[in-house]
């Protein structure tokens, strides 16, 4: 089990926007480490999609956001839309494990 | 443009050896950490472990350390994982990952297409 826990699922209608969370402690996020969010379309390789907490890479759209307070960050979606449908991670560092690279337990977004 | 580019999926027996490549181009290969991240069968992501081609700098997650062996050859821009001994439970994609630049933690800003191994008797 991972240490930042996300929602299982989170649903919408096209159009709305959605968060999604990640909720981490004081020797993860809480500790002032930046959070990473990535994109998996289904049966696809996943894609960075927001680095150092809220920064976009060249081509993903400006519907993407990403903020971080406290021992917890989020990704909104605003504008929803079906290709949006995917799972997400989140991913970080934990300072009480020997692990580098933490990832979040994902999220599964669905396009009502 | 940066790609990663993955060997083909893989069958294997129980108790046998594998070790699937990751061709990387466009950029210079020594000058990104490399590193592995494993997919179960409808779980998230694991990471595995990572290498600096550039000096052969390993590291690994400690539930992997012993496991696998990750290795790099320069001469050809490719990166590798390999298991001594498969289990059932090796059973997952396996995806190679570029770690991007910035700040700690770092990011993993290029990915590969995957490698699904499945392991059975």
């Known amino acids: 089990q991972s240490v930042l826990t996300q929602p299982p699922s989170v649903s919408g209608a096209p159009g709305q926007r959605i968060t999604i969370s990640c909720t981490g402690s004081?020797?993860?996020?809480?500790?002032?480490?930046?959070v990473h969010w990535y994109l998996q379309l289904p049966g696809r390789a996943p894609k960075l999609l927001i680095y150092?907490?809220?920064n976009r890479p060249s081509g993903v759209p400006d519907r993407f956001s990403g903020s971080k307070s406290g021992t917890s960050a989020s990704l909104a979606i605003t504008g929803l839309q079906g290709e949006d449908e995917a799972d997400y991670y989140c991913?970080?560092?934990?300072?009480?494990?020997?692990?580098?690279?933490?990832f979040g337990t994902g999220t599964k977004v669905t396009v009502l | 443009e940066v790609q990663l580019v993955q060997s083909g999926a893989e069958v294997k027996r129980p108790g046998e050896s594998l070790k699937i490549s990751c061709k990387v181009s466009?950029?210079?290969?020594?000058?990104?950490?490399i590193g592995w991240v494993r997919q179960m069968p409808g779980k998230g992501l694991d990471w595995m472990g990572i290498?600096?081609?550039?000096?052969?700098?390993?590291r690994y997650s400690p539930s992997f350390q012993g496991q696998v062996t990750i290795s790099a050859d320069k001469s050809i821009n490719t990166a590798y994982l390999q298991w001594g001994s498969l289990k059932a439970s090796d059973t997952a994609i396996y995806y190679c990952v570029r770690r991007g630049s910035g700040t700690w933690p770092y990011h993993f800003d290029y990915w590969g297409q995957g490698t699904l191994v499945t392991v059975s008797s």
């Open positions: 004081s020797s993860n996020i809480g500790a002032g480490y930046d």
């Open positions: 991913q970080s560092y934990d300072s009480s494990l020997s692990i580098q690279y933490v």
């Open positions: 290498m600096y081609p550039g000096d052969s700098d390993t």
């Open positions: 150092g907490n809220n």
């Open positions: 466009g950029y210079t290969f020594t000058t990104n950490w």
